[in-house]
């Protein structure tokens, strides 16, 4: 725990920063403490069995702190370095009690949206497979499970990377007897439990879904005898305080096991999407660069799509969501996934600076992802990441150190040295 805290404190976690100006806030509160009125919350529900009575105001204190969470989000990050709202935040996710779930549309495979008292609201994906099991290689990524232990990962991985861009993601041992099927709404959700016929003394529960992939019988999730592991992440505001856009990576795979896509052909490819809006402007490219990285480390093979809020335009964050299929495979490294960075050899420095600090002994990446992981509530049922895993992301970082040397001195032959290390600290370096 020592090493994550010396990293927190470092300097480059705590550089100075101006104050963030209103308007780069995503969510402003209705002026002169007036509290905010009930019918701006029926997105919510429109029943308020089991809820509490809202009196918010514009202090802080009065406010809950997924309302808080939404409060803070601006235009670069979701939340700021050593929050101090992280810590109520993240234990009322695994432990507020559950007052509703129902299934959320859309995606390949089951996820619930879970309802606390005080009105916050999760996003809930269930255990598919076991921490020790290696994704078969024989399955094409789009075929792969969505695990919950990488959501969780993926949260904390993103933060030690200093990013900032995962929305707030914890375990929780979930009774799918009492906190699912017994208070959902969902008639349909509801009519998927079934009693497994296999079992003597524990009762196991399966749920099954409506959506394209693993929705059988056959895929049933399974409660030991009742209890499920889950990740729980915090929702973002709702799309109708918040508008989000959705931008398809110019390095998206295929999704079809013939047809390879454009990057992996042409060697040239990163030239045009440097003259492509929104990259040929602004931190665009490197904020991507940023979420490659992330993707290589913990091996997420799956990210077709990326999303910003739209307030802000082209000069945003990207907002890391859909986590769920990194930390498939220990054994094996993906260079396919850092094919941005080799390609267009560039980087913000602020990134690579944070990104050597982790491959010091006294802040390596494995020990403090142990750390931080350690804090999780699943934990104390399993790791969340074992341990093969965690020592990939060292291997993992050395590679991508190494490409940022071999950019470096492709570009020192070329006489444009300057170029690869994108200078976002000014004065500050
Ligand atoms: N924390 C969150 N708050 C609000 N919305 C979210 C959150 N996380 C994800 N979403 C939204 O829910 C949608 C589905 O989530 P996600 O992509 O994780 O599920 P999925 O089943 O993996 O979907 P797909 O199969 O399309 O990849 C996303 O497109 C995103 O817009
Ligand atoms: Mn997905």
Redesign the pocket.
């Known amino acids: 725990m020592s090493k994550l805290k010396a990293l927190f404190d470092h300097p480059l976690y705590n550089m100075p920063r101006p104050a963030v100006p209103e308007d780069d806030r995503l969510l402003k509160v209705k002026p002169k403490g007036k509290p905010i009125e009930k019918s701006s919350l029926m997105w919510v529900s429109d029943t308020q069995d089991g809820y509490d009575d809202a009196q918010w105001n514009s202090s802080s204190s009065s406010q809950p702190p997924w309302l808080r969470f939404h409060l803070g989000i601006t235009r670069w990050e979701l939340y700021p370095h050593l929050d101090p709202n992280m810590e109520l935040l993240t234990e009322q996710l695994a432990t507020h009690p559950i007052v509703s779930a129902v299934q ?1 549309s ?4 089951l ?1 619930l949206v879970i309802s606390f008292p005080n009105y916050g609201q999760a ?1 809930f ?1 269930p255990k598919k497979q076991e921490r020790d099991e290696e994704t078969n290689y024989n399955l094409y990524y789009f075929s792969d499970f ?1 695990r919950h232990n990488a959501e969780i990962a993926a949260f904390h991985l993103d933060r030690i990377l200093g990013y900032r861009r995962i ?1 707030p993601a914890v375990g929780r041992l979930v009774d799918v007897v009492k906190e699912i099927k017994d208070v959902t709404t969902d008639r349909k959700l509801a009519k998927t439990f079934f009693n497994s016929p296999g079992t003597h003394s524990s009762i196991i529960h399966g749920l099954s879904c409506k ?1 394209s992939y693993y929705c059988s019988t056959e895929h049933a999730l399974c409660g030991n005898p009742r209890d499920l592991e889950a990740s729980l ?4 505001p709702d799309v109708s305080l918040a508008k ?1 856009r ?1 931008w398809r990576s110019p390095w998206r795979r295929s999704y079809s096991r013939s047809k390879l896509a454009k990057w992996e052909t042409d060697p040239n490819y990163c030239a045009t999407v440097k003259k492509t809006a929104p990259y040929d402007k602004g931190t665009r490219l490197v904020d991507f660069i940023d979420l490659v990285i992330l993707d290589f480390l913990m091996s997420n093979m ?1 990210r077709h799509h990326y ?1 910003t809020f739209e307030k802000y335009g082209n000069n945003t964050f990207l907002l890391h ?2 986590n ?1 299929r990194a930390f498939g495979r220990h054994s094996k490294d993906e260079p396919s996934i850092l094919a941005p960075l080799r390609q267009c050899c560039r980087i913000r420095r602020s990134t690579w600076l944070r990104l050597r600090l982790l491959s010091l002994p006294q802040y390596h990446i494995s020990d403090v992802m142990r750390a931080s992981l350690s804090q999780d509530p699943l934990h104390k049922v399993a790791p969340l990441l074992s341990e093969p895993h965690l020592a990939a992301l060292s291997r993992r970082l050395k590679t991508v150190l190494e490409t940022v040397s071999r950019c470096q001195e492709q570009h020192k032959d070329g006489g444009w040295g300057e170029d690869v290390i994108y200078d976002d600290l000014g004065d500050l370096k």
């Open positions: 959320k859309g995606g390949t495979q996820k996003l994906k969505e929305p959506c992440a915090v929702m973002l989000r959705s799956d999303e969501l859909d769920g």
